[in-house]
């Protein structure tokens, strides 16, 4: 157990004794410690991102992955957060098990359940000892009783430790760590001579400006972190390779990391433009973009499927990255699935045929249909971050003879990579699978480059566009790169 608080008004009361008196007005909060403070709020993050993920796993409508909530703006004290939360999910069937057999969980604890959950945790398993806020008390107060409760729990399953109670769904396998480096702010060079400080780095042999370091590198408190991303979703933007120069649609941007690798990649030349249906994302895209530096993306709040590829606003449009909404389940390690209640490897087996996945395939195949029908449109890259062929392999094989009547052919994106798609069909070896088995998580790449025929076939504008003539912009562009689309069939689309 931890050394007593400094100025600690009273010690935790035990089990039989009445509620200790409350602190004087003003003294409580002075009598706490720096580390007591932070895991006070740390508590608190913890279960509001708690909460957001409980619902979203029982109303099977996900409020975003426990990394993506974790890692969002409003949350300070990222490490500790993102420590509570998993450890309490982790232990999460024994805290309930404990605080409904202790018989001293009441109704009135309901409202904040997520932060008596967070809280037991780290007095039960964690910390030990905690003595600010109601809830930290109440935990206290009846530390022993849940003590005791535990003790009956281990001995009427036969095990002789908690730790023995806790059912692994899955093993984690470590992981190298993969950092981009974000050339619009700083050099390779220098982020390597910076973190070689302190650890091994190498530089990836295939995305460029991509250091490796050793598995387990922490990296959430370094000042040169500001996002986590893995490899394979970096191989995405790199595999469509857009020019500087060049006018590019990113078709489903949020939260913006594919977006901001783009404008890297074109050296902050050309433009971007990153389009989001969602507005609550369109806010983290926004944030994403402000944060990178990059001064070529415009926001669009709409939907990428209402675009009318006949515009003239988008007839210079040389590249598409269409990363649609899919089901995840390439990154459901990564996502921390396996940590949620509703988890069970056989409806993960049983999901790839799934109503959901139908759903999405469909809308998948139509997005990509769309994405192939903008006249000018050299090169195109699918993707998504799943492992279910109904959402790889079949959506590329079932447009296949649209891309062909528009000259599109299938090219092969990293051509060392030796993980191909399924051989359902012929030209699937031009596809790429990343998988957990290569330590990165499982995604899908198919990259659609017009024929040269086609191509050439266009006269070059003045300005370096694919069309002979420039074209006037027929869109309204707001302040801080937002803008709307200009289609009349788009004036249903709410500007943040």
């Given at each position: 157990?931890?050394?007593?608080?400094?100025?600690?008004?009273?010690?935790?009361?035990?089990?039989?004794?009445?509620?200790?008196?409350?602190?004087?007005?003003?003294?409580?909060?002075?009598?706490?410690?720096?580390?007591?403070?932070?895991?006070?709020?740390?508590?608190?993050?913890?279960?509001?991102?708690?909460?957001?993920?409980?619902?979203?796993?029982?109303?099977?409508?996900?409020?975003?992955?426990?990394?993506?909530?974790?890692?969002?703006?409003?949350?300070?004290?990222?490490?500790?957060?993102?420590?509570?939360?998993?450890?309490?999910l982790k232990y999460l069937p024994i805290?309930?098990?404990?605080?409904?057999?202790?018989?001293?969980?009441?109704?009135?604890?309901?409202?904040?359940?997520?932060?008596?959950?967070?809280?037991?945790?780290?007095?039960?398993?964690?910390?030990?000892?905690?003595?600010?806020?109601?809830?930290?008390?109440?935990?206290?107060?009846?530390?022993?009783?849940?003590?005791?409760?535990?003790?009956?729990?281990?001995?009427?399953r036969k095990v002789s430790n908690v730790?023995?109670?806790?059912?692994?769904?899955?093993?984690?396998?470590?992981?190298?760590?993969?950092?981009r480096v974000n050339t619009l702010k700083?050099?390779?060079?220098?982020?390597?001579?910076?973190?070689?400080?302190?650890?091994?780095?190498?530089?990836?042999?295939?995305?460029?400006?991509?250091?490796?370091?050793?598995?387990?590198?922490?990296?959430?408190?370094?000042?040169?972190?500001?996002?986590?991303?893995?490899?394979?979703?970096?191989?995405?933007?790199?595999?469509?390779?857009?020019?500087?120069?060049?006018?590019?649609?990113?078709?489903?941007?949020?939260?913006?990391?594919?977006?901001?690798?783009?404008?890297?990649?074109?050296?902050?030349?050309?433009?971007?433009?990153?389009?989001?249906?969602?507005?609550?994302?369109?806010?983290?895209?926004?944030?994403?973009?402000?944060?990178?530096?990059?001064?070529?993306?415009?926001?669009?709040?709409?939907?990428?499927?209402?675009?009318?590829?006949?515009?003239?606003?988008?007839?210079?449009?040389?590249?598409?990255?269409?990363?649609?909404?899919?089901?995840?389940?390439?990154?459901?390690?990564?996502?921390?699935?396996?940590?949620?209640?509703?988890?069970?490897?056989?409806?993960?087996?049983?999901?790839?045929?799934?109503?959901?996945?139908?759903?999405?395939?469909?809308?998948?195949?139509?997005?990509?249909?769309?994405?192939?029908?903008?006249?000018?449109?050299?090169?195109?890259?699918?993707?998504?971050?799943?492992?279910?062929?109904?959402?790889?392999?079949?959506?590329?094989?079932?447009?296949?003879?649209?891309?062909?009547?528009?000259?599109?052919?299938?090219?092969?994106?990293?051509?060392?990579?030796?993980?191909?798609?399924?051989?359902?069909?012929?030209?699937?070896?031009?596809?790429?699978?990343?998988?957990?088995?290569?330590?990165?998580?499982?995604?899908?790449?198919?990259?659609?480059?017009?024929?040269?025929?086609?191509?050439?076939?266009?006269?070059?504008?003045?300005?370096?566009?694919?069309?002979?003539?420039?074209?006037?912009?027929?869109?309204?562009?707001?302040?801080?790169?937002?803008?709307?689309?200009?289609?009349?069939?788009?004036?249903?689309?709410?500007?943040?």
């Amino acid at each position: 157990m931890p050394p007593p608080l400094k100025n600690r008004s009273h010690a935790p009361a035990k089990v039989g004794q009445s509620r200790p008196p409350p602190r004087q007005p003003g003294r409580w909060m002075a009598s706490r410690d720096a580390g007591e403070r932070a895991a006070f709020f740390a508590r608190r993050e913890a279960a509001t991102v708690l909460r957001r993920v409980l619902r979203g796993d029982a109303s099977k409508r996900s409020g975003g992955s426990i990394k993506s909530l974790v890692f969002s703006p409003s949350v300070r004290n990222k490490r500790a957060t993102f420590a509570l939360v998993c450890q309490t999910l982790k232990y999460l069937p024994i805290l309930k098990e404990v605080l409904a057999s202790s018989g001293v969980f009441s109704s009135k604890w309901k409202k904040q359940e997520e932060l008596v959950y967070v809280t037991a945790y780290d007095i039960l398993f964690g910390q030990e000892i905690a003595v600010s806020g109601s809830v930290e008390e109440y935990i206290m107060l009846h530390k022993d009783t849940f003590r005791t409760a535990l003790q009956k729990i281990c001995v009427k399953r036969k095990v002789s430790n908690v730790e023995d109670l806790l059912s692994e769904k899955t093993t984690v396998k470590p992981k190298p760590r993969f950092v981009r480096v974000n050339t619009l702010k700083t050099t390779t060079g220098s982020v390597i001579e910076v973190l070689s400080k302190m650890h091994k780095v190498d530089k990836d042999d295939m995305v460029p400006d991509m250091l490796v370091l050793p598995p387990g590198t922490d990296m959430h408190k370094h000042p040169l972190v500001t996002d986590g991303k893995g490899k394979a979703s970096c191989m995405v933007a790199a595999a469509l390779s857009p020019k500087p120069g060049w006018k590019v649609i990113d078709a489903c941007a949020a939260p913006g990391n594919k977006t901001v690798h783009l404008a890297a990649l074109m050296n902050g030349e050309g433009s971007i433009i990153a389009c989001e249906l969602n507005k609550e994302r369109a806010k983290t895209l926004q944030h994403t973009v402000r944060r990178s530096g990059a001064n070529n993306i415009e926001t669009v709040i709409g939907d990428f499927l209402n675009i009318d590829t006949n515009d003239p606003s988008y007839a210079e449009v040389r590249a598409i990255l269409l990363d649609p909404s899919c089901s995840g389940s390439g990154i459901s390690t990564e996502r921390l699935d396996h940590l949620l209640p509703s988890y069970s490897i056989d409806d993960q087996d049983d999901a790839g045929s799934s109503a959901r996945i139908r759903k999405l395939s469909a809308f998948q195949r139509k997005a990509l249909s769309h994405a192939l029908s903008f006249p000018s449109v050299e090169r195109l890259v699918y993707s998504t971050c799943s492992i279910h062929q109904a959402e790889n392999e079949d959506v590329v094989s079932s447009v296949l003879p649209l891309a062909s009547s528009l000259g599109f052919e299938l090219a092969t994106p990293f051509p060392q990579w030796m993980r191909r798609g399924l051989p359902v069909f012929d030209g699937a070896q031009h596809l790429l699978r990343t998988d957990p088995e290569d330590d990165l998580e499982g995604f899908f790449i198919a990259l659609f480059v017009r024929k040269a025929a086609a191509a050439d076939a266009l006269e070059p504008s003045e300005d370096g566009g694919a069309l002979g003539r420039k074209r006037k912009r027929a869109c309204t562009t707001r302040s801080g790169g937002l803008r709307a689309f200009s289609s009349l069939r788009l004036s249903r689309m709410d500007v943040l």
